[in-house]
């Protein structure tokens, strides 16, 4: 405990300094800005960005604070375009859609808006006090999740997405099929076999998170967007003043703390992330609803809060076993770990002691981070709402740029743009065949983590697959996913029997 | 496009003005064939601080993912062919790409192998309270029975990576298809793996350890010739326990198949400076490779002699056929 604080102390003395405390905020400004773009999120936002912060000769940790602010404030800002736009800024803020664009079309984009940013603080900060408390214990935890935990991990996620089931349950899980099917595209990772390219070596390494996001979401929406000014059917939304209140903060604080806690242990596992933790949070949170769950995908509140807390709790937690061990928790913390050796810091156990100015800074800089986002986004809020009133003739194209852009910026290869535009037709097609598209995303995030994780598991197991049922963490896990699934029709069901009873007599 | 349209017109600028003999680097380039943030990110950063004193200008490092380095590849043999500014960060990876067809119809043939930015070493590591407290104690064990250890790193089947598990079993004459290999998606997660216990063996790199030389992990063995300098040489190799095994991952440059030999004779030169000086050796140690100075000629045959160890190693192995 006192190495903590002792730790913390020198995290602030480092993170306090002017120079760095000017850094933090302009990432958390940069990153927001960054996050808000369609198309461009944190991976990217701090892809595109370390060469800058490289070539600029800022000291490693300076730098590094740059970085990690970049990095949790597009995590804030990406809700803003999902709420805003129902255009995911990235695969993590996919969930962010499903409640927050309905708010918004609901005439309270201001509330959507400055509820999430609540709720994105409470998940960031919880998560990295417990980062600071529990992190090399937790690191340990994590290293121990075998392939076989992962599997049952995902079992778990599979049957989280079971409550996206709406009114259609086949269309749903047709939707997850699909992008089970898209996950397939690539070079094999197990055997290095090409599944599915077609010979076109563009494809050879699989198709991006990103590209899958905004075409699939993105373009889509904007054919949508088109095809309604067309038809002359675009409603203009009336500019909306309402904010988040303390009742509506009262009425979802266990969602946010439930989640960001989930958001946080799942951010800790080495390759699971933000999209994961909000879909698992998503769900939860909807099941645990009871009757009430009705009004999910409408324009819950809770629908909103649950993945925007757990989103910011994974990002944090992703930081836990790339500081702790050195072992990248995801996309993002992979390239801060190139950052770091780029600096010619060594990350793992032994930066603690070799570096602490380095490590305890950057965990300070998250506690200023987090406060800093929280003011600097809540009365950006009218900003940001306004966005809604610029006349959809101006707006549709200037998305579009915007998701060519950063595409391009990222991915550098212009095949990619074409496959946007075509899975932005695909997405759209879907969504006149009334298919719901969060469920493919998910299905596409989740479904090559479950194949990698199995295949890995039966390999060790030398294709045993008792090995999925060996361990205390699997069978934990599997049992809630039988709960999540099998309670709420249980409950259902005696819902009914109650009241035909009550109707009998 | 705007990032390459001015190369395209410097490019036929120098076509057209430029005598053949006034062979210039007027606007040097790197190209890191991935994201920014990995490890050919880090060789073309040597590239572009180590080669600073021999140019007039800074190297820019731009970015070129897609398909594992195929994308960068394919552009190198149908537009920027011929363009004397650019040069292309590879390694041992890349090779193996190339000769297993997944960067297409391409040979080594296709490129003007340039230069090394340094190398690194295959390794063998357990965990610290592994059974197998020797090279000695896992080669008997793998010996008995080549399935009855899991070994991990993070390749899949056919990968570099996996090449190293194969190489190491077949010093004892074991089949490389008999293997329990549990393929990883990169060497931190083979790492959290082998920490975990999810694996026993695994075959990674001698620079990723500097991160775990924290007493958690054991290195039973280098892939080197010869034992390596500070802080690796309290590690034997395998070739001195009695494994003829070496493998080392080699880091490098290409250039268009195009390039005029002035232009790629210039680029040599600036080399074969650079790899004399101290200032070259102290940020290749500090971006984590490990020195291996060869260029020009001499690369060309390094870069041939391990394609050929790879592609018998790929033919052997039943990657590829014939």
């Keep these: ?505 | 496009m705007s990032r390459f349209a001015p190369f395209a017109l410097a490019a036929a600028a120098a076509a057209a003005f430029a005598l053949p003999a006034a062979a210039e680097i007027d606007r040097p380039e790197c190209i890191a064939p991935a994201q920014p943030g990995g490890g050919f990110d880090l060789t073309c950063r040597i590239a572009q601080q180590g080669l600073e004193p021999f140019l007039d200008r800074q190297v820019q490092v731009t970015f070129m993912p897609g398909g594992i380095g195929a994308v960068a590849f394919n552009m190198f043999n149908t537009t920027r062919t011929d363009d004397p500014n650019a040069i292309v960060a590879f390694s041992t990876g890349s090779l193996l790409n190339l000769i297993t067809g997944k960067y297409g119809d391409w040979s080594i043939d296709d490129a003007r192998w340039l230069a090394t930015a340094g190398t690194d070493y295959g390794a063998v590591v357990v965990l610290a309270d592994s059974p197998y407290k020797t090279l000695d104690d896992l080669m008997a064990a793998l010996k008995e029975d080549p399935s009855s250890i899991t070994i991990g790193a993070g390749g899949s089947v056919g990968s570099q990576d996996w090449m190293k598990a194969a190489l190491l079993l077949k010093t004892i004459d074991g089949d490389p298809r008999k293997m329990r290999y549990v393929a990883f998606d990169g060497g931190g997660e083979a790492i959290a793996g082998v920490l975990g216990g999810a694996i026993q063996v695994y075959t990674g790199d001698i620079g990723e350890m500097t991160s775990h030389m924290d007493g958690s992990l054991r290195i039973l063995g280098v892939m080197a010739d010869e034992r390596l300098a500070p802080p690796f040489d309290q590690f034997a190799t395998l070739k001195e326990q009695g494994y003829d095994a070496v493998w080392p991952i080699m880091r490098g440059f290409y250039m268009g198949k195009d390039v005029s030999d002035e232009d790629y004779q210039a680029w040599v030169d600036i080399f074969e400076k650079a790899h004399g000086s101290e200032e070259y050796r102290k940020i290749q140690s500090e971006k984590g490779l490990l020195p291996l100075d060869l260029s020009g000629e001499e690369f060309t045959a390094a870069v041939r002699a391990q394609t050929q160890q790879l592609h018998d190693l790929a033919v052997e192995t039943g990657l590829i056929t014939e």
């Design chain 1, 1 to 505: 405990m006192m190495e903590v604080l002792h730790g913390l102390g020198t995290g602030f003395a480092v993170a306090l300094s002017p120079l760095n405390l000017l850094l933090v905020l302009a990432g958390c400004f940069a990153g927001t800005l960054i996050g808000a773009l369609p198309g461009i999120g944190p991976i990217n936002g701090v892809a595109i960005l370390l060469p800058i912060a490289y070539g600029l000769g800022f000291p490693p940790e300076s730098a590094l604070i740059l970085l990690a602010g970049i990095y949790y404030g597009a995590e804030y800002g990406g809700r803003i375009s999902s709420i805003l736009l129902n255009v995911p800024g990235d695969a993590g803020a996919v969930m962010t859609t499903l409640d927050g664009n309905p708010m918004a079309r609901n005439g309270q984009a201001g509330k959507a808006l400055s509820l999430s940013a609540v709720a994105s603080f409470v998940g960031g900060t919880i998560a990295v006090v417990l980062l600071s408390l529990f992190g090399p214990m937790l690191a340990r935890f994590g290293v121990k999740f075998q392939p076989s935990d992962y599997v049952a991990l995902m079992v778990f996620a599979f049957a989280c997405l079971a409550s996206l089931v709406g009114s259609s349950p086949l269309k749903t899980l047709t939707g997850a099929l699909i992008g089970l099917m898209l996950a397939t595209i690539g070079v094999d990772a197990n055997t290095g076999v090409q599944r599915y390219s077609f010979g076109i070596p563009d494809l050879l390494a699989g198709i991006d998170f990103l590209v899958i996001v905004i075409g699939l979401f993105g373009m889509a929406e904007l054919f949508h967007l088109v095809e309604q000014q067309i038809r002359g059917r675009l409603t203009t939304v009336p500019i909306d003043k309402s904010f988040v209140s303390w009742a509506d903060i009262a009425r979802t604080k266990w969602t946010m703390l439930r989640c960001s806690l989930i958001g946080f242990i799942i951010g800790t596992l080495p390759g699971t992330g933000a999209s994961v933790a909000s879909a698992v949070a998503y769900g939860t949170e909807k099941r645990l609803a009871g009757s009430t769950a009705g009004t999910f995908g409408t324009g819950d509140i809770r629908g909103l809060a649950a993945p925007e807390a757990a989103n910011n709790g994974s990002a944090t937690g992703a930081m836990v076993p790339m500081l702790t061990l050195g072992i990248p928790g995801s996309g993002t913390t992979a390239i801060l770990l190139g950052a770091l050796l780029m600096f010619n810091v060594t990350p793992g156990p032994l930066m603690f002691e070799q570096r602490p100015e380095i490590a305890w800074g950057l965990i300070a800089s998250m506690y200023i981070g987090n406060i800093a986002l929280l003011v600097l986004n809540l009365p950006l809020v009218g900003l940001f709402a306004r966005m809604l009133t610029i006349p959809q003739h101006y707006l549709t194209p200037l998305i579009a740029i915007l998701a060519f852009i950063g595409i391009y910026s990222i991915v550098g290869n212009p095949f990619d743009l074409y496959m946007i535009i075509g899975l932005g037709v695909f997405g759209w097609i879907l969504r006149k065949l009334d298919f719901s598209l969060a469920p493919v995303i998910l299905g596409f995030v989740l479904g090559g983590l479950f194949e990698n994780n199995l295949r890995r598991a039966l390999s060790i197991s030398g294709g045993d697959w008792g090995i999925l049922f060996s361990t205390v963490d699997s069978l934990v896990l599997y049992a809630l996913a039988i709960a999540v699934v099998v309670i709420p029709l249980w409950l259902g069901r005696r819902a009914a029997r109650r009241a035909n009873a009550a109707f009998d007599a």
